[in-house]
T-cell receptor
Framework: EAGVTQFPSHSVIEKGQTVTLRCDPISGHDNLYWYRRVMGKEIKFLLHFVKESKQDESGMPNNRFLAERTGGTYSTLKVQPAELEDSGVYFC?????????????FGQGTRLTVV | KQEVTQIPAALSVPEGENLVLNCSFTDSAIYNLQWFRQDPGKGLTSLLLIQSSQREQTSGRLNASLDKSSGRSTLYIAASQPGDSATYLCAVQMIKAAGNKLTFGGGTRVLVKP
């Protein structure tokens, strides 16, 4: 069974540019999450999809971040325009249907550097 | 607001010694606690998940305990090997949280010296 896959693994962009991160969850997993870790801080929750619907986007830092999950399969996270403080590692995770007590499986992350 | 703390932030031990990693959380209203391993430049690998009703979970050389009332979990790694060198993270799933988002600690960076 393939794990959670994220593309690209690294991205270096200039301030003001746009970047789109992609996540392919484990097949059949309804829950999809985005997290990020900025330098020196803990991993923080960004948002949660159940299938194609946004269940919780309370962690999204501002309206420069837009997440979509087309047809309840893969998800994209777009940052437009990128700022220096957006640099960090963005993780995607997925889990089976249901809300409680389901194990989360993480991708390898996308390291974003905004210069 | 749930806060998860991991102490120490870094740990260095000689090969063969047992590892003891600590995780504490401020709000005991959790569904579960999960331990992860992260290698440099890699993603998070789930090691153990302990339900709130459980006291411990074991997998090979790994054993994780949970004391929900005192807000603590400990990950034991027996007979450490250089391949155990990595960052270990704990995360809790809150009962009050929408969905099952995780709240993470800062991690403990472990180095096992041959």
């Amino acid at each position: 069974e393939a794990g959670v896959t994220q593309f690209p693994s690294h991205s270096v962009i200039e301030k003001g540019q746009t970047v789109t991160l992609r996540c392919d969850p484990i097949s059949g997993h309804d829950n999809l999450y985005w997290y990020r870790r900025v330098m020196g801080k803990e991993i923080k929750f960004l948002l949660h999809f159940v299938k194609e619907s946004k269940q919780d986007e309370s962690g999204m830092p501002n309206n420069r971040f837009l997440a979509e999950r087309t047809g309840g399969t893969y998800s994209t996270l777009k940052v437009q325009p990128a700022e220096l403080e957006d640099s960090g590692v963005y993780f995607c995770a997925s889990s089976r249907a249901g809300i409680m007590n389901t194990e989360a499986f993480f991708g390898q992350g996308t390291r974003l550097t905004v210069v | 607001k749930q806060e998860v703390t991991q102490i120490p932030a870094a740990l260095s031990v000689p090969e063969g010694e047992n590892l003891v990693l600590n995780c504490s959380f401020t709000d005991s209203a959790i569904y579960n606690l999960q331990w992860f391993r992260q290698d440099p430049g890699k993603g998070l690998t789930s090691l153990l998940l302990i339900q709130s009703s459980q006291r411990e979970q074991t997998s090979g050389r790994l054993n994780a305990s949970l004391d929900k009332s005192s807000g603590r979990s400990t990950l034991y790694i027996a007979a450490s090997q250089p391949g155990d060198s990595a960052t270990y993270l704990c995360a809790v799933q809150m009962i009050k949280a929408a969905g099952n988002k995780l709240t993470f600690g800062g991690g403990t960076r472990v180095l096992v010296k041959p």
